[in-house]
T-cell receptor, first 115, second 115 residues
């Protein structure tokens, strides 16, 4: 069974540009969550999608957005990149039904560097 | 904000010794999950313990949960050099059904196992 796949693995962008990251969840999983990991702030929740609907959102500016497709694959977009957006972006896949038994499985991440 | 606090922040041991990491959290949870991360790569899911469980085992891992103290511990027995990594606890917060997809992470414990 394939795991969570994130592409690309590495990205270098210039300030002011925009970037799109992709995440393919485990087959059958309908929930995809996105996280940002930085040395200073640790792992922070960006947003979650379930059946193409955003159900939950973290405390990030509107420059961070996402979407989910009918096959559960998800993309996140960051517009007008800032140096502080340099981070490891991780996506997590789960069944999405919530409750005590919901395990979340992560991809390898996309390392974004903004110069 | 980080719900979880982990201690110690860093732990250095010799191969064969046991490693214990602790995690505290602030609010009611559905479950608590432990993850391992090697050198800024993706998070590997280790174990999930439900809020109605007190102890769980998986191979060399033993996790305990004390909901009255809002704390958990991860014990790795007979550590190996390959266990060298950062370990994170993550809570699925029980908050009126709005926690979908959102795991709240601690800052992590950096474990170094010397051969």
């Amino acid at each position: 069974k394939a795991g969570v796949t994130q592409t690309p693995r590495y990205l270098i962008k210039t300030r002011g540009q925009q970037v799109t990251l992709s995440c393919s969840p485990i087959s059958g999983h309908r929930s995809v969550s996105w996280y940002q990991q930085t040395p200073g702030q640790g792992l922070q929740f960006l947003f979650e999608y379930f059946s193409e609907t955003q159900r939950n959102k973290g405390n990030f500016p509107g420059r961070f957005s996402g979407r989910q497709f009918s096959n559960s694959r998800s993309e996140m977009n960051v517009s007008t990149l800032e140096l502080g957006d340099s981070a490891l972006y991780l996506c997590a896949s789960s069944w999405g039904t919530g409750g005590m038994n919901t395990e979340a499985f992560f991809g390898q991440g996309t390392r974004l560097t903004v110069v | 904000s980080q719900q979880g606090e982990e201690d110690p922040q860093a732990l250095s041991i010799q191969e064969g010794e046991n490693a214990t990491m602790n995690c505290s959290y602030k609010t009611s949870i559905n479950n608590l999950q432990w993850y391992r991360q090697n050198s800024g790569r993706g998070l590997v899911h280790l174990i999930l313990i439900r809020s109605n469980e007190r102890e769980k085992h998986s191979g060399r891992l033993r996790v305990t949960l004390d909901t009255s103290k809002k704390s958990s511990s991860l014990l790795i027995t007979a550590s190996r050099a390959a266990d060298t990594a950062s370990y994170f606890c993550a809570t699925d917060v029980k908050a009126g059904g709005t926690s979908y997809g959102k795991l709240t992470f601690g800052q992590g414990t950096i474990l170094t196992v010397h051969p």
